[in-house]
């Protein structure tokens, strides 16, 4: 625990939302199990086993002397994650209707409330991508911009297409009160043009087909959700509508977050389900995020519309 230690000892509070000690990066040997995010004006230590009372202790104790050296309030909220996730306030206090942001976009998060806040920090590249990448394209005089947003969760790609510019975001999750915490977020940020439905993805490709095609179609799905998506046998059913969903030079953003699964398990089932699809790039992940094996943690893939690869001549 040392190494989480030493972090407080030197943490500044960032302004935006971010990762302030990465533990699972397996960088800090005997810290694996711990990570520590800033959602301001509250930190949010997350543990993956159980730790004592002398443990939280000590951190408590870290945090209360770096917060006044600095002359700020601590307010820190500690999770434990198992079979679920129990979240206990263990000094100061959390916002009613907390906001926190990142660049010009604000979100809307729940620290005490369930496994996920509202926001996935080690998504951030995979935000500011979509931001660059429309950005690009409304400058190369793309007028009418639409975008996909499946497995939308709360929204936040939705956040950074439309701040981006796009015309018209079709937002689907099969959780309709994750999808209600996605229009507050566009509503904090004054922002229209989303849609949003709460259906089961696989039943409503027919649906989606008319509502395109897209420009670009982002998929953020959970890797194990029974009931909803399982990445090793659903992954390909996915990935195979994708290029009946996209424009002619639309792109497509696969993100896959299984430790056990590498970027080439994505990478096949792509080639094997989609050939028309061309890779394009992996894109590197939020530097708080460094993992000593890269294929472990978060892969966020960029591919294009394309011709199909024609078979090699006889």
């Not at 890797?223 to 009946?244: E, I």
Request: glycine share 8%; net charge neutral; charged share 15%.
């Amino acid at each position: 625990m040392q190494a989480l230690l030493d972090c407080i000892a030197q943490l500044t509070p960032p302004t935006d939302a971010g990762r302030l000690f990465h533990g699972r990066g397996g960088r800090y040997p005997g810290c694996e199990h711990l990570s520590l995010d800033a959602y301001p004006p509250v930190l949010l230590l997350t543990s993956f086993t159980p730790l004592d009372a002398a443990s939280l202790a000590t951190i408590d104790q870290a945090l209360q002397q770096r917060f006044a050296a600095l002359g700020q309030t601590l307010n820190w909220v500690y999770q434990q994650r198992g079979a679920g996730a129990h979240n206990q306030l263990m000094r100061g206090t959390v916002p009613q209707l907390h906001t926190v942001s990142e660049g010009l976009a604000r979100y809307r998060v729940r620290l005490l409330q369930g496994q996920n806040h509202g926001l996935f920090l080690d998504m951030a590249a995979g935000r500011a991508w979509v931001g660059q990448h429309l950005q690009a394209l409304r400058e190369q005089g793309h007028a009418d911009i639409k975008v996909l947003n499946l497995f939308a969760y709360s929204c936040a790609f939705s956040v950074a297409a439309l701040q981006a510019g796009a015309s018209e975001v079709i937002n689907m999750d099969m959780a309709s009160s994750t999808l209600a915490l996605g229009r507050e977020n566009h509503q904090l940020n004054q922002l229209t043009g989303a849609k949003f439905f709460a259906h089961d993805i696989f039943s409503s490709w027919g649906k989606l087909k008319r509502l395109g095609p897209y420009d670009l179609v982002i998929a953020d799905p959970p890797s194990y959700q029974k009931g909803s998506f399982v990445a090793t046998k659903d992954y390909a059913r996915l990935v195979r509508r994708l290029p009946d969903l996209l424009t002619a030079q639309g792109h497509a953003l696969l993100c896959l977050n299984a430790p056990e699964l590498s970027s080439q398990f994505l990478r096949d089932t792509v080639e094997a389900e989609a050939p028309a699809l061309q890779f394009i790039q992996r894109l590197a992940n939020p530097p708080a995020f460094a993992d000593v094996d890269e294929e472990r943690s978060l892969k966020v893939l960029v591919y294009q519309q394309g011709p199909a690869p024609q078979p090699p001549p006889h």
